[in-house]
């Protein structure tokens, strides 16, 4: 090739270099993004760390269905019932196929982040289309992927959860919605609504941003009607029907501001300073500073999206549970994707003014900032030595889940209980239940909160209608005699 020739050729190949890399850094992104929260989540199910409260409640969820016994679960004493009792999530029951081919419970936290990575697809292609730049693009899917509630969603302190494939269920659906295409959106937008009894509502504001920005009113119109119609449904009739109680299971979270739904309303008309008190209560700026201050507030510029983050804010902010105003659980499911994608068009209100790169650079930053001391990565870094196979403890607590059989019913602490619900009936020691195997982590955090914990193993070690079968390191194996 002559100088020329090269001459000619050299910008050609630096603007095809430009045009692809900035989709290749997106998608290698998420893929990396993957894989480290794919072994994150090895490292921490290596460690024991998982609970039967909630790796346990989804396991058994996912192994009953898998078993013919649709969406079964059983309480902490032992008592069977539908799951549809506490949380309206039946997309559990999409992943019993799965648990035929690798029947794990490490398979549920595999799929969960491997779920939330892919996220980062729409991210990138609604702001490659909004902001019509590749660069900017880039950045915000790293943004999401940076972005602490993002990565807790992918890897939570308690376990999986349906309600994190929300994340990516609801971005897919915005991206497919943006672009008018009302089928795909509708299949999304159907499988995003089983993850939890708010998420329909939550999709269905989706309605309202989608009748003003893009004038179709009757469509939008019925994205709303739709999605309020199936939560209200879900909390005044499924939940209720099918708790054990009679009645929804968490009211007593709510009890300062109504407890039930109506009781809610009642406060907002009678007493309006209440629920902004319980609002504003202890942590709550906090955990509203996380989620808003990584996207620089852009999100604030397309209130009509962010719309969709109101039913799980409200949830959040009015629950007296803490772990609700905490990053490291997934109760930030139903809003991420709206924040993220409304900071997308937020950047867009400021590209005549600002460049969308530069936006996107300083989203970046921002995220990355408050991921450095937000992310599960760091939890899982600090449990290496807990999951090596040579770690004595790791290796007594393996040995000690090998000894009970499967598929009877067993009685365990909490973290070896999400080990062993694999099986139609397990209970939270010290309830015994119909128990025929107790095994009991006297390390456990957990052991003892209810108090008759060590009473409770003082009576089995000394009952002659129980034997121990293995004890170390704090771990002791109980068989009930025939």
């Not at 090998?402 to 099986?423: C, E, F, H, K, W």
């Not at 209810?450 to 121990?468: F, H, I, K, M």
């Amino acid at each position: 090739m002559s100088v020329a020739e090269t001459h000619v050729h050299a910008p050609l190949a630096r603007r095809a270099a430009s045009a692809v890399r900035p989709s290749a850094i997106a998608y290698s992104a998420s893929g990396i993004f993957a894989l480290l929260f794919v072994a994150a989540a090895a490292v921490e199910f290596r460690a024991f760390e998982g609970q039967r409260l909630d790796l346990g409640d989804m396991t058994q969820t996912v192994w009953a269905t898998a078993h013919g016994h649709f969406l079964r679960v059983t309480t902490e004493n032992g008592h069977e019932f539908v799951r549809l009792g506490v949380h309206v999530d039946p997309f559990l029951a999409l992943l019993a196929p799965l648990w035929w081919i690798w029947p794990s419970p490490l398979m549920l936290l595999v799929v969960q982040a491997l779920a939330v990575a892919a996220g980062a697809l729409p991210v990138y292609w609604l702001a490659r289309k909004r902001l019509g730049d590749e660069r900017a693009a880039a950045g915000f899917a790293a943004a999401y992927l940076l972005y602490p509630a993002t990565q807790f969603n992918a890897l939570t302190n308690s376990g999986p959860h349906a309600v994190s494939f929300a994340v990516p269920l609801i971005l897919f659906g915005i991206w497919f919605l943006d672009n008018d295409r009302l089928v795909p959106f509708g299949i999304t937008a159907l499988l995003a609504a089983t993850t939890k009894e708010e998420i329909p509502l939550a999709v269905g504001c989706l309605g309202i941003w989608y009748a003003v920005t893009h004038g179709r009113r009757l469509v939008g119109a019925t994205i709303f009607a739709l999605g309020l119609t199936a939560t209200m449904f879900d909390f005044l009739v499924v939940i209720p029907h099918f708790a054990p109680s009679g009645s929804n299971p968490f009211a007593g979270r709510y009890s300062a501001v109504g407890g039930t739904p109506s009781g809610m309303g009642h406060t907002l008309l009678t007493h309006p300073g209440t629920l902004i008190a319980e609002a504003t209560g202890a942590g709550k700026p906090h955990l509203l500073l996380l989620l808003f201050l990584p996207v620089g507030l852009l999100c604030l510029l397309e209130p009509l999206l962010l719309l969709g983050a109101v039913p799980d804010l409200a949830i959040d902010l009015l629950s007296s549970r803490p772990q609700q105003t905490m990053l490291g659980y997934q109760y930030t499911a139903g809003i991420v994707p709206f924040v993220i994608a409304a900071a997308i068009l937020g950047a867009a209100r400021l590209k005549p003014r600002v460049a969308p790169a530069r936006v996107a650079a300083y989203v970046v930053v921002f995220t990355a900032v408050l991921a450095v001391g937000h992310t599960p990565l760091t939890t899982a870094y600090h449990q290496l030595p807990a999951a090596r196979g040579s770690n004595p403890l790791r290796q007594a607590k393996a040995h000690a889940l090998s000894l009970v059989p499967a598929g009877v019913p067993v009685s365990a602490t909490n973290q070896l209980g999400g080990y062993l619900s694999n099986r139609r009936y397990v209970s939270i020691f010290p309830s015994l239940g119909r128990a025929e195997w107790a095994i009991v982590d006297r390390n456990d955090p957990d052991y003892g909160i209810a108090g008759n914990s060590t009473a409770a193993l003082q009576r089995l070690e000394t009952s002659p209608n129980w034997r121990v079968i293995y004890a170390a390191h704090g771990l002791t194996v109980f068989q009930k005699r025939p």
